[in-house]
């Protein structure tokens, strides 16, 4: 019943930097957990950074330092900057949003394309 779409991904080169935007449909509930994960052909999805609806946010070792999470919950936006890129950050990245009380229930965006090359 939520829908979830991300923005922002396309081709930039190594060293360059993107935005990921993510909004969701929902207007009478408002997520407690935003995140932002990556799947590259091959590989299990993986977790890039969350963030709660306190402001608590969590990173990946591998793009700490370089990305940085930000949204509101309340508004259910999230969004995803990314400095510094690296080829290796080369991977389709996935919008969820986390609602409920008494049991998660998770929503996910289609995906969006990031591809870091020269």
């Known amino acids: 019943q939520v829908q979830l779409v991300e923005s922002g991904g396309g081709l930039v080169q190594p060293g360059g930097s993107l935005r990921l935007s993510c909004a969701a449909s929902?207007?009478?509930?408002?997520?407690?957990?935003m995140g932002w994960y990556r799947q590259a052909p091959g590989k299990q999805r993986e977790l890039v950074a969350t963030?709660?609806?306190?402001?608590?946010?969590n990173y990946a070792d591998s793009v700490k330092g370089r990305f940085t999470i930000s949204g509101d919950s309340a508004q259910n936006t999230v969004y995803l900057q990314m400095n510094s890129l690296k080829p290796e950050d080369t991977a389709v990245y996935y919008c969820?949003?986390?609602?409920?009380?008494?049991?998660?229930?998770?929503?996910w965006g289609t995906g969006t394309q990031v591809t870091v090359s020269s």
């Open positions: 969820k949003m986390r609602y409920g009380i008494f049991s998660a229930i998770d929503y």
């Open positions: 929902a207007r009478s509930i408002s997520a407690y957990l």
């Open positions: 963030i709660t609806s306190a402001g608590t946010t």
